[in-house]
Each structure stands twice: as structure tokens, then as C-alpha cells.
DNA sequence: ATACGATCTCTAGTGACTAGAGGTTCAAGA
DNA sequence: TCTTGAACCTCTAGTCACTAGAGATCGTAT
């Protein structure tokens, strides 16, 4: 039995963290102790480590609380499980695409200007004036 | 002289959206008509489709209003333009880092399950609850 | 017994919008 | 000129996933 501040520490998620993951149904409440301050078991850190790995791939936290719920229901299929990945490893591609055509104009217009003359005639600010001066859209 | 869905319209901007910039500070507050209704000329459309391109490469509204403030005064160096150019670039190129390494376990994860067993067995759900199972960090 | 860090609840703020309520104005057709 | 109805107005609240702060209480070590 430990404390949130325990928990958070364990776990690297900041304890308002917690007790917002608690209120959006995620984490089960948790004990008590007589003074009302939260206690956690072996339990609730497991609970807590999976959501934290879920959040840094990404995942939303209703994906998460979907997968939660199918976790606590061991002979039901997976195949729902596989879609919510499924569907996380397409936003991020979609994600990673469209950053990567934005790179490719941004580092063009920070190319064209070395930052030594007047803004007057700055190549940034002329090209965000005008998209047609960019390469391919985004 | 023209209405404010008129230059909605004009560049892909929403009408809110539009009352939105004003409200931030980005767009002047623009003419009324005598019934209270905002009239823009092609002054507010430049600007808005400025503010719009660079929204549309991913800065954010306060290093857009920056620039717009460096462009009211044209004989200033532009250092600070392109700064904030190279700033962003540096953003969207850590974006891109970060989902790369998201990319590669959510594909080893959603590769790892077919959808076809259980829960109880699915690997995806596995791997969220065990780092361990990552190749690398992320 | 006292001190003091940790915890509690509650409210509000973040960024960049989006949605909706309830009311007014504009412009075109009759 | 009158009427209709789309477009406009302001204001509030909601989104997502937290984060910050106030003010009060609790737990534990000395
Ligand atoms: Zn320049
Ligand atoms: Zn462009
Ligand atoms: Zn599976
Ligand atoms: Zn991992």
C-alpha cells in the first residue's frame, strides 16, 4: 500500500495526473486511508504503467479506456484490440506525412533568408505571404 | 468591401475562426456597417491569407504575431523572422523524430497480433503492458 | 507536541479552435 | 415597400489532456 506521490514517482506521471486519470475513469478509485488520502496497490501501479506507456505511443485516452475494458474481459476477441492499433499506427503515419511535407517547406524558406537584411525584403516573410512560392502543398 | 463569410470564403478560413484572430489580436479590427456587421477590404484578405499559410505550416499564433509585427516595420532586421522560421523547423523536425520511433513499435505491435485470438493472448495488449517489449525508447 | 511536507478538493487556465443559443441585419424577390 | 430567410452579431461553454494554484487537512518524524 502506497501513496500517490509513491505512485507517481514510480511511474514518472505527475500526481494531478493520476487523480485526473482517476476521474476520467481510467484508474479505479482507490482506498482510502481514514484521513482520505489515497492508498495503492501492486494493482493500481500495473493499471497506471499500462495507461502510461499507452499515452507515450499516442494512444487517446478513450482508446486506452477501450482497451482497458477489453483486458477485463480475457476470452473475448482481440481483433478489437488490433483495430485500435491499427488505427494508431495510421494516424501516426498520416501524422508523420504531413510534418514531413512541411519540413521540406519550411527548411526552403529558412534557407532562403541568412537573416542579415531588412524585413522588407525577408524571403520568410514574403513566403508565408505567398504559398505559391512553396514547392508542393501541405 | 466585403462581408465576413465572403472572406471566409476567399481563404478557407471558418467564420469563427476568423472572429476568433480578431479577438487574439492577430486580424485589425476591421470596419462596421451601420448595422454592426464587419466589412473587410483586400488589406484584412492579405493579411488573413498570411496568417492562414502560417497556420497551415504549423506556426503557432503567438510566433504569427511576431511576424505580422515585424512586418509593420520594414526596415527592421529580420533576424527575428528567421529565427522563428528556424524554430519551427526545429519543432516539426523533433515531431517527426518522435513518431518515427512511434511508427516502428506500433508497427512491430499491430504486426504482432492478427486479431484472431483472444485477449488474453493478444499481443498488442501484451506490449502496452510491458515496455520491456519495446525495441527501443520512445 | 510540533513542524512540515504530502495530500485533499475545487476552480481556472492552456491552445486553437468549435458548437450552440438567442437575437439582429442585409439583400433579394414579390 | 414589404417580406423572407440566409448571414450576421455576442456570449457562453465544450474540446483534449493536462497544469497551476488556493486553502485546508493529513501523516510522520523528531
Ligand atoms: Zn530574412
Ligand atoms: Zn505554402
Ligand atoms: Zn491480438
Ligand atoms: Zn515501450
Redesign the pocket.
Known sequence: M???????RRTNV????????EE?GLLDAPE???????RYDAVGLERLSF?KHA?DLG?????IAALIDLQGHPDRSCAEANDIATAQLSDVRAKIKRLRALEKELARISKGCDGDGVTEDCYVLASLSDHGLCEREH
Chains 1, 2 share one sequence.
Open positions: 502506497f501513496s500517490i506521490g509513491e505512485l507517481s505527475k500526481v494531478p495526473t493520476i487523480r485526473y486519470y476520467s482510502r486511508t481514514e484521513g482520505n488520502q489515497r495507461i499515452r494512444f487517446s485516452i478513450e482508446a
